[in-house]
């Protein structure tokens, strides 16, 4: 039953172009945020940081764009992250 009500609400979002273009200029969002944070790394870790203090590409970039992410799906659901009386 919650697989038909998936599909049945996919196939209305991208129904109509305002789904692809939502959804395009998302992707280039993020894809610009990941591509700042990876050029900050290298810039970072590039030889201030002691060996041991460096961290992990992943953890440096994908906590950015993870917390980008949660930032989005607050402002578009913020009722679904807290129970209304």
Request: cysteine-free; hydrophobic content about 35%.
């Given at each position: 039953m919650i697989i038909n009500v998936a599909r049945k609400e996919l196939k209305s979002l991208f129904a109509s172009p305002m789904g692809w273009i939502i959804l395009s200029i998302l992707m280039f969002g993020f894809g610009?945020?990941?591509?700042?944070?990876?050029n900050?790394?290298?810039?970072v870790m590039s030889g201030a940081v002691r060996p041991a203090e460096r961290v992990g590409v992943?953890?440096?970039?994908?906590?950015?764009?993870?917390?980008?992410?949660l930032f989005f799906a607050f402002c578009h659901h913020p009722h679904a992250y807290y129970e209304v009386d």
């Open positions: 610009t945020l990941y591509l700042q944070g990876v900050s790394y290298f810039e992943t953890i440096y970039v994908g906590s950015q764009i993870y917390s980008t992410a």
